[in-house]
């Protein structure tokens, strides 16, 4: 039978990286910054004098609110080429959500320490860091297929970027297409993963 043959022969379609209908408010959540500079916590303070605590700094409410700016970073390595899809729609659902204005897009091999191209670029150029309560979101495997000398480089340029962009008051976030079993160490020091 023609069409048992063609079924068994044709591979399954890749699954989206991102539940339908969802992307929008991973973007959201992604992008939200939390800080302590909301009201001040009287419960808080209230819990801080019953255990005698001195009151250093008074207790604030946490609030949330989107950062400054958000830089998305594509890994354009081989690894991630069946993902370029879902990459696309995420960038696409940030620039609609957030505006255009506070949406930065560019990709990198390896890591963007090593450089980035900026949407419709040809050029490769020193990656620009956002300002300070921004987020900074990566799209990569984190050098996952990587093997040896050069899965401890990644993992060591990883953790790089990483302290930089803590440095700089910015958040960071990394979403990787692979089960967590598989990730790499250095997932872990980023501030979302």
Known sequence: DRHSVEAAGSAPPLQSLFAPGRVRAIVRELA?????????????????????????????????????????????????????????????????LLGRDRVRIADFVHNPLQGVRSQRQVRWEE??????????????????GSRGVDAWFQADSW??????????GLRSVVLIPYAHERWPAVAAAFGTA
């Not at 989107?66 to 354009?76: K, M, R």
């Not at 953790?159 to 700089?168: K, Q």
């Open 32 to 96: 939200t910054l939390s800080s302590d500079s909301g009201m001040p916590d009287i419960a808080a303070a209230v819990q801080m004098v019953a255990r005698a605590e001195p009151i250093v700094r008074l207790p604030r409410q946490s609030i949330s609110s989107l950062g400054h700016c958000v830089q998305l970073l594509f890994d354009a390595g081989p690894a991630m080429l069946p993902f370029a899809a879902d990459q696309q729609q995420f960038a696409a659902s940030a620039a609609r």
């Open 159 to 168: 953790r790089r970027f990483v302290a930089e962009a803590h440095r700089r």
């Open 127 to 144: 990656m620009r860091w956002p300002g300070r309560r921004s987020a900074v979101i990566v799209v990569s495997d984190l050098g996952i």
